[in-house]
């Protein structure tokens, strides 16, 4: 498994060999590499830490970092979807760094939500006939400025999306 300095090395790396700069602040750089390190652990991939994954490859190969929509945000936005990868001008400048819109398609999202879902119940029945143990419960934080969900311990110190501070987070109960 991926540690977090290797992550950090490996974006890094990636950033330099595209032209790109990483996060310039260093809060949420190290709040987005935990999530990458964590989606690694969780999937086998590091998938985005600003969107859901089903935990399905096929699903998420769009967003495994950098995911696909990365060059059309850092060209119109100065940055991607969330924030790990700026260009120079958001670099010199991380007042400049702000929400963008989602390029994934609604249609691609729901398609990989319904895989989640379908793992979800299969290893629900699973666990119900005695062969897994039980289920870890996984907090949901959901900001109150613009609606990101996080599923942690904790909630992010930072909205990836917003930039609202931790305390703009609540738990989040109604989402199964």
């Known amino acids: 498994m991926t540690d977090k300095e290797e992550m950090r090395e490996y974006v890094k790396k990636d950033a330099k060999n595209n032209d790109y700069y990483v996060c310039p602040d260093e809060e949420l750089l190290d709040d987005l ?36 929509y990365r060059d059309a945000d850092v060209e119109e936005f100065g940055m ?7 260009s120079k001008d958001v670099d010199e400048d991380p007042s400049k ?54 599923a942690r311990e904790e909630p992010p110190p930072v909205c990836p999306i917003c930039k609202a501070k931790a305390e703009r987070f609540e738990e989040f109960k109604d989402y199964g």
């Open 33 to 68: 590499l935990e999530g990458l390190v964590k989606n690694a652990e969780r999937y086998g991939y590091p998938s985005c830490p600003c969107r859901e994954a089903s935990g399905k490859k096929t699903y998420d190969s769009d967003i495994i970092c950098p995911c696909e």
């Open 97 to 150: 760094m702000e929400p963008i819109p989602e390029r994934r398609s609604s249609e691609v999202i729901e398609a990989a939500m319904e895989a989640k879902e379908e793992e979800i119940s299969e290893q629900k029945e699973v666990s119900s006939s005695g062969l897994m143990g039980e289920e870890e419960d996984i907090k949901v934080w959901r900001c109150t400025v613009c609606g990101y969900l996080a």
């Open 80 to 86: 991607c979807y969330c924030g790990l990868f700026v």
